[in-house]
Structure formats: C-alpha cells, structure tokens
T-cell receptor
Framework: DAGVIQSPRHEVTEMGQEVTLRCKPISGHDYLFWYRQTMMRGLELLIYFNNNVPIDDSGMPEDRFSAKMPNASFSTLKIQPSEPRDSAVYFC?????????????FGPGTRLTVL | KQEVTQIPAALSVPEGENLVLNCSFTDSAIYNLQWFRQDPGKGLTSLLLIQSSQREQTSGRLNASLDKSSGRSTLYIAASQPGDSATYLCAVPNAGNNRKLIWGLGTSLAVNP
C-alpha cells in the first residue's frame, strides 16, 4: 500500500482565499483523522471520522474550517476564508477500528502558508 | 484534563551514546501510550505502543517503558546513530476516547557523527 496520501504538499495563498486540502487514507482503514501542527501548540486533533461519519469535531477552531469524507477513500479539509494564523502543517492519518489496533498512520502533511 | 510533557525539548549527543527521552502525563488512567518519530518535512511514524497492562516494549535498539502510577514513560535508544536524528513525540488517548490522542511537544534529537 502507498500509505496515506495528501495533496498538495505545499500551499501558499493569500488571506481571504479558499483552501482545500485532500487526503486518501490507507485502504481498509475505517478511521480518518485531521491534525494541525504548529511550533507553539504542537499537534492538535481537528476532527476525526469513523466509516465516513464525523465523530468528533471539537478541535475545529471555528466555522471557517470544514471537513468532509464523501467515501472511504477520500477526505477534504477546507478553510474559507483563510487567515495568516491558519499557517501550519496539516496532517491526515488513518487507522483500523478493531480493538487493540490503535496505531495511526500519518501522511506526509500539507504545509500551508497564508500571506 | 490530560496534559503530556516531554523533557528535554532538544538533545544533542555524540554517535554511539545511549540516551533516554522522557514523557510525563497528568492523568494516570491511560489506555495506552505511543511513541512516534517525525523526520523534518515528513509525517509521523509510530515506533512503539505500550498497552496500560504492559511495563515495556522493545523494537530493535529502542525500548519504551511505562509507569502509570508515576505518570511517566521513557524511550531508551541504545548505541545512537546519526540516522536516529529526528523529533520524538509521545501521545496518550484522551480519557474515555481511545481514538483521540493528546500529544507532547516532542524532543528534538541530534546525533552527531
């Protein structure tokens, strides 16, 4: 398997623009997680899905952020409108749901810069 | 509220040295604890997962221990190599939700040839 795939790897945009980050989880995994990483706050869980259904979105910072998972092999994280403070690395991760298999597999991340 | 702390924030050692990275957590009622490695510009890779009923886990030159009562875990790296240079993070599940991980800020390790 190719692992978790994220695109784009780098995104530079101007304040106010819409940004869409994409993720393809590992085939067969039924959990998908979106994280944000900054130097000051470290890794923060934004939202996670189980079987394409959002389970916990309490980490989504505000209404400008939204995430969808239309099928088992694709998810998006959208920021509209973007702001400079959204600049961070965004990671997608996936895992199996069966008991005892708690390891999360991470994608390479998308480095977002909002000017 | 669970909090995870990693000390030191950065560490520089000569090649061949044995070293210990520390992770502490405030709520001892954890389901498991995981250690991850992050290379610059890349995602995280799981190294070791210790279940709450276990005391330690080993993988090659890595050994992770867990002491729930004191709220501590250590990652021991034997005979360090330059290729071990990376940031090491530990994470524990949030109380009542095993899928929601609480992360430390990591220890940045540099192993010098």
């Amino acid at each position: 398997d190719a692992g978790v795939i994220q695109s784009p790897r780098h995104e530079v945009t101007e304040m106010g623009q819409e940004v869409t980050l994409r993720c393809k989880p590992i085939s067969g995994h039924d959990y998908l997680f979106w994280y944000r990483q900054t130097m000051m706050r470290g890794l923060e869980l934004l939202i996670y899905f189980n079987n394409n259904v959002p389970i916990d979105d309490s980490g989504m910072p505000e209404d400008r952020f939204s995430a969808k998972m239309p099928n088992a092999s694709f998810s998006t994280l959208k920021i509209q409108p973007s702001e400079p403070r959204d600049s961070a690395v965004y990671f997608c991760a996936s895992s199996w749901g069966w008991q005892g298999s708690d390891t999360q597999y991470f994608g390479p991340g998308t480095r977002l810069t909002v000017l | 509220k669970q909090e995870v702390t990693q000390i030191p924030a950065a560490l520089s050692v000569p090649e061949g040295e044995n070293l210990v990275l520390n992770c502490s957590f405030t709520d001892s009622a954890i389901y498991n604890l995981q250690w991850f490695r992050q290379d610059p510009g890349k995602g995280l890779t799981s190294l070791l997962l210790i279940q709450s009923s276990q005391r330690e886990q080993t993988s090659g030159r890595l050994n992770a221990s867990l002491d729930k009562s004191s709220g501590r875990s250590t990652l021991y790296i034997a005979a360090s190599q330059p290729g071990d240079s990376a940031t090491y993070l530990c994470a524990v599940p949030n109380a009542g939700n095993n899928r929601k991980l609480i992360w430390g800020l990591g220890t940045s390790l540099a192993v010098n040839p």
